[in-house]
């Protein structure tokens, strides 16, 4: 027996505090793992190259237990979180992962969002016992595909770039060169893919390092029971939270921008203390990007779960315990390979949230806020600098916030299943051929009621080089409603110009050409007001 070995046989103060104080160890507990997932985020933020990590925080970390259950997570993004309930059981069906070794991976039906979200995954090992698991999960700016950002101009997964399932990026702690260089092989801009998967691993490596410093504080058997225990306690605490909802069933609908303006069905009922949630009826998976699967919805439900939870619901897969989710197969809301999930993964979530708060607000009237914007307006664009250099820039742009019965809704802000942040025009003037010729409010795009929505936000640039340039986003055909008889927000309006000439509607999900000079103007949606206004 190892030294490492003997000491989860030595008495620690952590045990004994656990049995006086259960319930405030718990919660001590809870904020360490917190910590561990905290420092790898900041050491992904400090290492990372593009401006979509370093400076919008487009990535999530989390921490699993030894079976990829959950554990704690950090502040990061709602649709990257949710969906890592899936991630490692879906590893840990074909693998088994030893010390040292780093597992990649982005295909959406093994454990992914969508192809961009590249997701990294290392165990984590005291002595030869596997405690659990690291991962983090990054957006790429690129990944391949038909146009730059790779969420356009697809008919299914295939078109949309490079799906790599879970693979050995390194292994026994050395690389596996081929992996690399298939991955560099298959992107627009090589370099900065390469760099972020870099700071991706040194985010393992520092999370590695703040796991094994708590397991030499308290013992490996206490870390692996208080994982146990939030998981417990987290199943409690939803069932705990269902206990008074009423128990009668809603229905709600609600449809994309989509081809064929696909529908989404809820029918929503608690029973025998669980959240039953059915989906029947929604449109069959389509062609194109707006396909989502069972781990991005089952991030749209855990995040609504998460808002509710008042600050006490743990961050642990226990919650999901409390839910029962069904799902049609291939459909919009459970797509089967190889259909195209792109949007799904940040349009459909979106409208999910949407949905989920609508039957809500029938089971509680008056208590729930009117729809935010309901999109992430992404926008996508890439070329090549003077110097031969190329570029691909992804960003998401706030909106409006829906109104609810206490306040007016937030202006420009991000909501729901994203939380990233707004490039800086500093930042984005000095790496990218551009000027940004605008960034402001939408004045009076919120919609009125008692309680204004939150209004949106324009932003302009001037491209300086040639650009392959996509706005894929939705609200653009249907308005975000407002609730309680408050009105709804304004649609977003896209739109384009060459250069020396006027500006045009730009349709949603269509990729341009813009030479030197052309110009694009993007206006997000105002969020639905609450209340009749006065």
């Not at 989390?62 to 879906?90: K, N, Q």
């Not at 349009?347 to 208590?367: I, M, N, W, Y």
Request: proline share 7%.
């Amino acid at each position: 027996m190892d030294r490492r070995t003997r000491c989860l046989e030595l008495p620690n103060p952590a045990a004994a505090i656990m049995k006086r104080q259960s319930h405030a160890a718990l919660h001590v507990f809870r904020h360490l793992f917190a910590s561990v997932t905290d420092e790898m985020g900041f050491a992904l933020r400090q290492s990372a190259v593009s401006p979509n990590i370093k400076e919008r925080l487009d990535y999530s970390c989390a921490l699993l237990d030894a079976s990829g259950r959950l554990a704690a997570h950090a502040a990061f993004i709602p649709v990257h979180l949710g969906s890592a309930h899936h991630t490692v059981p879906e590893v840990l069906k074909d693998m088994d992962p030893q010390p040292g070794d780093v597992i990649v991976l982005n295909d959406p039906h093994r454990g992914g969002t969508h192809l961009n979200d590249v997701t990294v995954v290392a165990p984590l090992f005291h002595g030869k016992i596997r405690l659990g698991f690291l991962l983090n999960r990054a957006h790429h700016a690129d990944i391949g595909g038909a146009e730059p950002g790779s969420m356009s101009g697809a008919r299914d997964l295939f078109g949309e770039g490079l799906r790599i399932p879970p693979v050995h990026l390194r292994r026994a702690g050395k690389d596996v060169p081929e992996v690399w260089q298939i991955f560099q092989a298959n992107v627009r801009d090589p370099y900065s893919a390469q760099a972020d998967l870099l700071a991706q691993c040194a985010a393992l490596h520092r999370g590695s390092l703040r796991f094994t410093d708590l397991v030499q504080r308290y013992g490996a058997k206490e870390i692996t029971s208080a994982m146990a225990d939030l998981f417990d306690y987290g199943s409690r605490f939803a069932r705990k939270l269902l206990s008074d909802w009423p128990k009668q069933s809603v229905e709600v609908s609600d449809t994309l921008d989509g081809p064929g303006t696909p529908l989404i069905k809820l029918k929503l009922q608690i029973q025998k203390g669980k959240l039953h949630l059915d989906f029947t009826g929604s449109s069959a998976q389509i062609p194109g990007s707006w396909n989502t699967h069972r781990a991005v919805t089952t991030s749209a439900v855990f995040y609504v779960l998460q808002a509710l939870g008042k600050g006490a619901l743990p961050e642990t897969s226990g919650t999901l315990n409390a839910v029962s989710i069904q799902l049609p197969s291939a459909s919009l809301v459970d797509s089967q390979a190889p259909s195209g999930v792109a949007l799904g993964n940040v349009e459909t979530s979106q409208r999910l949230v949407d949905l989920l708060l609508q039957a809500l607000g029938k089971l509680f009237p008056g208590q729930y806020p009117a729809a935010s914007q309901g999109t992430m307006n992404n926008l996508l664009f890439g070329g090549t600098r003077a110097d031969g250099t190329p570029f691909v820039h992804y960003e998401t742009l706030a909106g409006g916030a829906g109104a609810g019965p206490h306040s007016h809704g937030v202006s420009a802000v991000q909501s729901h299943m994203t939380n990233t942040r707004n490039t800086p025009v500093e930042v984005l003037e000095s790496e990218l051929p551009l000027r940004v010729e605008q960034l402001s409010l939408r004045k009076n795009s919120g919609g009125r009621g008692k309680h204004r929505g939150g209004d949106g936000m324009i932003k302009a640039f001037t491209f300086l080089q040639p650009v392959r340039l996509t706005v894929a986003a939705s609200r653009r055909h249907s308005k975000p409603p407002g609730s309680n008889g408050g009105q709804d927000g304004k649609l977003a309006f896209d739109s384009i110009a060459q250069p020396e000439s006027p500006f045009r509607r730009l349709p949603p999900g269509e990729s341009v050409l813009l030479e030197p000079g052309g110009r694009v103007r993007i206006q997000t949606p105002g969020g639905g007001g609450w209340g009749k206004p006065k």
